[in-house]
């Protein structure tokens, strides 16, 4: 795959996989999908996908989910068994047992990156409702791709997220190691918090940000193309700031801060983060004991109107 955003391509994994399985690129259920790819449907399928496991050599499907990915209909499970047949064609089992303690490191690594815990702790104290399990997918294959949703049964409240791999990296320390990675995961998180809000002030939003122009880069409205869009990936980045403010040594801070405006402004097109972080962080530092991150709505949406 050439997306560069969707498959991390700098792994010993990688190669392996390219590889072992390369020679099947012309199968039809490979060319099925690559189709289905290239039309936008990737969070999709890789969601839907997670809701189905092997038991033995055949595919079987969660019974819990009709679906992981959002509205519609499951995108994956009109070729199960074309990707079961293929499956046992490719030994992809036989592959995936001689994996198994690489899968195990990486889940040791990314459990010690990503503290799942202590952002859940935190999140649950700034906002008014609680989740009652998270469900974490993630893959050294993927890079920047992330996505979740979320589901309510029986009074049983389930976030699901899907996201990349840990980092190998060793350039920083422990801390700055923990707070890039948490960044990954919490931003897929808070989205589950932030947008139940956001949900309340629609009209709001529409107002203040009605000229997406002034907010966004013509690439990222293209992605982001409406203003409650924008305004939660602001508002769910910008809180990660406020994690990271709470939670990390003021030095490693202002350095992982400082690395998420710059991914926000210069790599992603929210052209006015910096600005809309600055004031969130100032809002923050400035509440009153009682307050939450849900009683600065008002007071960030009435800031950006005056943008």
């Known amino acids: 795959m050439n997306d560069k955003n969707m498959v991390n391509h700098r792994t010993e994994y990688y190669e ?15 060319l099925k999908l690559d189709t289905l790819l290239k039309q936008g449907y990737y969070s999709r399928l890789k969601m839907d996908a997670c809701g189905f496991y092997f038991d033995g050599n055949k595919i079987k499907k969660d019974s819990v989910y009709k679906r992981l990915s959002w509205n519609g209909a499951n995108q994956i499970e009109p070729f199960i068994s074309e990707i079961e047949n293929f499956g046992n064609k490719i030994k992809f089992r036989k592959f995936y047992q001689e994996h198994r303690k690489y899968y195990s490191n990486l889940i040791a690594k990314i459990e010690k990156q990503m503290p799942i ?18 469900r974490i997918t993630f893959s050294p294959l ?50 589950n918090y932030v947008n139940p809000i956001s949900d309340k002030y629609q009209n709001e939003i529409n107002s203040s940000l009605s000229d997406l122009s002034k907010w966004t880069t013509e690439d990222a409205i293209n992605s982001y193309g409406d203003s409650y869009l924008v305004f939660n990936e602001y508002m769910t980045w910008s809180i990660f700031a406020l994690y990271a403010l709470d939670n990390y040594k003021i030095e490693n801070f202002e350095f992982i801060n400082n690395q998420v405006e710059l991914q926000m402004t210069e790599r992603r097109g929210f052209i006015k983060f910096k600005e809309f972080n600055q004031k969130m962080i100032e809002l923050y530092k400035n509440k009153v004991p009682d307050e939450k991150i849900i009683d600065l709505y008002p007071k960030i949406l009435s800031w950006c109107s005056e943008q």
């Open 16 to 30: 392996e996989i390219l590889n072992e399985f390369s020679a099947y690129r012309n199968e039809p259920i490979v």
């Open 117 to 134: 815990k202590k952002q859940w702790d935190w999140l649950e104290q700034q906002f008014d409702f609680k989740y009652d399990n998270y």
């Open 142 to 191: 993927v890079e920047g791709g992330h996505s979740t949703n979320n589901f309510i049964q029986n009074n049983f409240k389930q976030t699901v997220m899907f996201i990349c791999g840990p980092t190998e990296s060793t350039k920083y320390d422990a801390e700055i190691i923990e707070g890039l990675m948490t960044r990954v995961v919490f931003t897929e998180i808070d989205h």
